[in-house]
């Protein structure tokens, strides 16, 4: 049973196309993440729910919009899609917010190719 | 700003001990997190610290302290399979993950 789901796992697009990636959650956490990792591997947060609401909303382009239907489900949608969004996007989920002891579980991972 | 190092590459050899640092500048503390990424795959976690000391899991130990802002990652009697990057990450004042940009550890025969 994995606990952190994203599909798809690969996407290859043209630019300026829109494209979703799709994450669910069945551990039961309040709190969902996205996360973008780079080529140099650098991890880096974009948006963060609790309990479907937004709590961090980093500086990303507004072609970005996540959403949330309920808190076991954290979708991320991209518009005119650019070169520069080739990446690496993980879902992650945490049991809550505002806690030190805050473990992220990531999921698989899903490649976006921009051609 | 808010900043964590960590070296970008280190070589180890099979059986041996490799110790990997991370020092930290953040706004406020609240525990610093190890987690492990192999090639391709998702980061999982290792590690967490939030009091100065010594944790022990097995072949893997962390140690912080909260002075120097300093935190090291040791592995013991290192296997093939611990090829993988190291991402260390300090939760800051507001509970937000900062991010090193990993040690990719690489172990020869």
């Known amino acids: 049973d994995t606990a952190v789901s994203q599909t798809p796992k690969y996407l290859v697009t043209q630019m300026g196309n829109d494209k979703s990636i799709k994450c669910e959650q069945n551990l039961g956490h309040d709190t969902m993440y996205w996360y973008k990792q780079d080529s140099k591997k650098f991890l880096k947060i974009m948006f963060s729910y609790n309990n479907k609401e937004l709590i961090i909303n980093e500086t990303v382009p507004n072609r970005f919009s996540p959403k949330s239907p309920d808190k076991a489900h954290l979708n991320l949608h991209i518009n005119s899609l650019e070169l520069g969004d080739s990446a690496v996007y993980f879902c992650a989920s945490s049991q809550a917010w505002g806690s030190g002891a805050n473990v992220l579980t990531f999921g698989a991972g899903s490649r976006l190719t921009v051609l | 700003g808010q900043n964590i190092d960590q070296p970008t590459e280190m070589t180890a050899t099979e059986g041996a001990i490799v110790q990997i640092n991370c020092t930290y500048q953040t706004s406020g503390f609240n525990g610093l997190f190890w987690y492990q990424q192999h090639a391709g795959e998702a980061p999982t976690f290792l590690s967490y610290?939030?009091l100065d000391g010594l944790e022990e899991k097995g072949r893997f130990s962390s140690f912080l302290s909260r002075s120097k802002g300093y935190s090291y990652l040791l592995l013991k009697e290192l296997q093939m399979k611990d090829s993988a990057s190291y991402l260390c990450?300090?939760?800051?004042?507001?509970?937000?993950?900062?991010w090193g940009a990993g040690t990719k550890l690489i172990i020869k025969p």
């Open positions: 610290n939030v």
């Open positions: 990450a300090v939760s800051d004042s507001n509970y937000q993950l900062i």
